[in-house]
Antibody
Framework: QITLRESGPPLVKPTQTLTLTCTFS??????????VGWIRQPPGQALEWLAL???????RYSPSLKNRLTITKDTSRNQVVLTMTNMDPVDTATYYC?????????????WGQGALVTVSS | ETVLTQSPATLSLSAGERATLSCRAS???????LAWYQQRPGQAPRLLMY???SRATGIPDRFSGSGTGTDFTLTINRVEPEDSAMYYC??????????FGGGTRVEI
């Protein structure tokens, strides 16, 4: 059974850096073709893809947010970390991490429950 | 970047009816790169369909996908109250890796 769980601060101040951790089980990020990505959803709005890291440490970022995002992995701890700098109230959203499998390689097959992050002073 | 436009915004149906959801791409996309998700209120998205036609694990065969080029459709046969949710289409590309449509709300 594949599970993912997001963790991080529920509240950050404007200009601060957000650090979110995705802890997963049921798969390994050392397996060829596997990836873990981050997607966010502002309240009442649609989904927005942010970043994805592959088993071989290849990293992809949303072009519009690339300068603010960093994604890293710790394969031994089954964790992926996303940092987003210079947070703004418009970044208030539920942040999801999700699993990209080698079989379903053009979509995200498994999702965490999400972590709501509010940006406010 | 390929823009995905979903219609209608809201679809209201009675149980047992058929739901037809549309996803239109701003440029032609490969059928292997189009997916659909269901998001029930307060829950995370769940993958329904990938590569246009393939059902994800555990998805009942009431759900089916079709389409080619710029026009794609998610069909839900014999809708049930549990199908009440937001539905999003998604495109996979080199950059950005994933783009999502604005969603269709289905009310049963």
């Amino acid at each position: 059974q594949i599970t993912l769980r997001e963790s991080g601060p529920p509240l950050v101040k404007p200009t601060q850096t957000l650090t979110l951790t995705c802890t997963f089980s049921g798969f390994s990020l050392s397996t060829t073709g596997v990836g873990v990505g981050w997607i966010r959803q502002p309240p009442g709005q649609a989904l927005e893809w942010l970043a994805l890291i592959y088993w071989d440490d290849d990293k992809r970022y949303s072009p519009s947010l690339k300068n603010r995002l960093t994604i890293t992995k710790d394969t031994s701890r089954n964790q992926v970390v996303l940092t987003m700098t210079n947070m703004d109230p418009v970044d208030t959203a539920t942040y999801y991490c999700a699993h990209r499998s080698p079989i379903v390689d053009t979509a995200m097959a498994d999702w965490g429950q999400g972590a709501l992050v509010t940006v406010s002073s | 970047e390929t823009v995905l436009t979903q219609s209608p915004a809201t679809l209201s149906l009675s149980a047992g009816e058929r739901a037809t959801l549309s996803c239109r791409a701003s440029q032609s996309v490969r059928s292997g790169y189009l997916a659909w998700y269901q998001q029930r209120p307060g829950q995370a998205p769940r993958l329904l369909m990938y590569a246009t036609f393939s059902r994800a694990t555990g998805i009942p065969d009431r759900f089916s996908g079709s389409g080619t080029g710029t026009d794609f459709t998610l069909t839900i046969n014999r809708v049930e109250p549990e199908d009440s949710a937001m539905y999003y289409c998604q495109h996979y590309a080199k950059s950005p890796l994933l783009t999502f449509g604005g969603g269709t709300r289905v009310e049963i």
